[in-house]
C-alpha cells in the first residue's frame, strides 16, 4: 500500500512517500500534525505527538530528501544537505533516525524554510 503524505511551509508544497515500518505507522495515524521548523543545517526537524522506539533499521547517514523520525526528541525530520554532524556532503543525524521515507520533490526547495515557520504535514489527497 502507498502512503503519501503532504508537506506544506508556506508557499511549499511537496509529497512524500511513506516506506512500511512501525515509526512509519505510528506517523500516519497521527496526521495532521502542525509544527515549526528548526532549521539544524540544511535539516527542518519539529516535534510531533508520535512515541515509537529506535527501530533496528535506525541510522545517522541520511539521504537528501529522506525524511526521518528522531526518538529522542519526538521529531520528524527533513534532510535536504549537509547538517552540523556531517563528515562529508551527505546530511547526518545528530543521533540514529528512523527513516519514515523520502520526497517527491526538489529536496532543496526546502532551503528557503526558516525557523519558527509552521510547517504542516497531512495525508495527501
Do not use: H
Not at 508520535?50 to 528522531?70: C, K, N, Q, T
Not at 521515507?101 to 526547495?109: E, H, L, R
Amino acid at each position: 500500500m502507498s502512503r503519501k503524505i503532504q508537506i506544506t511551509v508556506g508557499n511549499l508544497s511537496m509529497e512524500a512517500e511513506l516506506k512500511e515500518s512501525e515509526s512509519a505507522n505510528a506517523f500516519w495515524e497521527a496526521l495532521p500534525i502542525r509544527g515549526a521548523a528548526n532549521v539544524w543545517g540544511e535539516e527542518i526537524y519539529f516535534q510531533v505527538p508520535v512515541d515509537a522506539p529506535l527501530e533496528d533499521s535506525a541510522r545517522e547517514e541520511m539521504e537528501v530528501g529522506e525524511i526521518a523520525y528522531w526518538p529522542p526528541g519526538s521529531a520528524f525530520c527533513i534532510f535536504f544537505g549537509r547538517t552540523p554532524a556531517s563528515v562529508d556532503e551527505a546530511p547526518r543525524a545528530a543521533s540514529p533516525v528512523n527513516p519514515l521515507g523520502k520526497v517527491a520533490g526538489d529536496p532543496k526547495d526546502f532551503l528557503n524554510v526558516r525557523s519558527g515557520e509552521e510547517v504542516l504535514l497531512e495525508r495527501a489527497p
